[in-house]
């Protein structure tokens, strides 16, 4: 008991720290998204496969730095997967990339990706909490697309692999 008191402050502390706090704040307090707004972004595309990507203006990367990390994470994905489309199932919807976790009908009203097929988005964070990278969803998100990844996500182990989450 006497040292489950110093590592439990040290715990909060580090949870405090000026770092962390903001990622802290966004997974508990994640924001309202509207999915007609995110349509109506200002897309670009991206040099290799063509996909249109969409960042809100908070997001704090650098916009070709974006672009090419999603060609880069598309040509991992499908090489992972033998998919041999070049991205034409992808291509038709829009990335939209926000600032960070937002609400969503999943994992507890908290997401940091999500495949919507009614809108015609993948809306992806572009850092997550206790996720390496940017775009760290990116991949889940396709093997949504693609069918691979089932909605229940029963089959979440077989793929992680190749999606990282």
Same mark, same amino acid.
């Given at each position: 008991? #006497? $040292?489950? /008191?110093?590592?439990? /402050?040290? %715990?909060?502390?580090?949870?405090?720290?000026?770092?962390?706090?903001?990622?802290?704040?966004?997974?508990?307090?994640?924001?309202?998204?509207? @999915?007609?707004?995110?349509? @109506?972004?200002?897309? +670009?595309?991206?040099?290799? =496969?063509?996909?249109? *990507?969409?960042?809100? &203006?908070? *997001?704090?990367?650098? @916009?070709? +730095?974006? %672009?090419?990390? *999603?060609?880069?994470? $598309?040509?991992? $994905?499908?090489?992972?997967?033998?998919? !041999?489309?070049?991205? +034409? +199932? !992808?291509? #038709?919807?829009?990335? !939209? &990339?926000?600032?960070?976790?937002?609400?969503?009908?999943?994992?507890?009203?908290?997401?940091?990706?999500?495949?919507?097929?009614?809108?015609? %988005?993948?809306? &992806?964070? =572009?850092?997550? $909490?206790?996720?390496?990278?940017?775009?760290? *969803?990116?991949?889940?998100?396709?093997?949504?697309? =693609?069918? /691979? %990844? #089932?909605?229940?996500? @029963?089959?979440?182990?077989?793929?992680?692999?190749?999606?990282?989450?």
């Amino acid at each position: 008991m #006497r $040292f489950a /008191i110093p590592a439990l /402050i040290m %715990l909060l502390l580090t949870a405090a720290s000026c770092a962390n706090v903001g990622r802290f704040g966004q997974i508990m307090n994640p924001e309202e998204l509207s @999915k007609d707004e995110l349509k @109506k972004l200002p897309s +670009e595309t991206t040099p290799e =496969y063509g996909f249109r *990507v969409g960042m809100e &203006v908070n *997001v704090p990367g650098n @916009k070709d +730095e974006i %672009l090419e990390n *999603v060609d880069y994470q $598309f040509t991992e $994905f499908s090489e992972c997967f033998n998919i !041999a489309d070049r991205g +034409e +199932e !992808a291509r #038709r919807y829009m990335i !939209a &990339v926000v600032n960070g976790t937002f609400r969503c009908e999943y994992h507890h009203g908290r997401c940091n990706g999500e495949y919507d097929s009614d809108y015609g %988005l993948i809306i &992806v964070s =572009y850092k997550a $909490f206790n996720k390496r990278g940017i775009l760290p *969803v990116l991949k889940h998100e396709w093997a949504h697309v =693609y069918g /691979i %990844l #089932r909605n229940d996500h @029963k089959n979440l182990k077989e793929v992680r692999d190749c999606t990282g989450y």
